[in-house]
């Protein structure tokens, strides 16, 4: 199997940055295509960004274009998500999720990722 923790959510003001990081274990990380998704209290659970296994295409939200930045380190076996500018509808758990796949493919479906983290918390204030 695969674990994924993320880490690096908290409260932050309107415009801060925030970086939040996925770790993997188990079984090997790097064959894996890579996501971030969010969910909000009350809210489906919704794509946010995506890496392919090699990090060189990526993927995301058109919400948060511009704002956030997907990448990935394969040696560190880490995931990261850069998120800049943040607002208040940027509140939300936010999950890491990998495929079981070589390649990656339907990217901003939630049931396309057959792992996934326990979520960290980011919460934006005004």
């Known amino acids: 199997q695969v674990h994924l923790v993320e880490s690096g959510g908290g409260l932050v003001q309107a415009g801060g940055s925030l970086r939040l990081s996925c770790v993997a274990s188990g079984r090997t990380f790097t064959r894996y295509p890579m996501g971030w998704f969010r969910q909000a209290p009350g809210k489906e659970r919704e794509f946010v960004a995506a890496?392919?296994?090699?990090?060189?295409?990526?993927w995301y939200a058109d919400s948060v274009k511009g704002q956030f930045t997907i990448s990935r380190d394969n040696a560190q076996n880490t995931v990261a998500l850069q998120m800049n500018s943040l607002k208040p509808e940027d509140t939300a758990a936010y999950y890491c999720?990998?495929?079981?796949?070589?390649?990656?493919?339907?990217?901003?479906?939630?049931?396309?990722?057959?792992?996934w983290g326990q979520g960290t918390q980011v919460t934006v204030s005004s």
């Open positions: 999720a990998a495929q079981d796949a070589s390649t990656m493919y339907n990217y901003a479906r939630l049931d396309k990722y057959r792992y």
């Open positions: 890496v392919t296994t090699g990090g060189g295409t990526t």
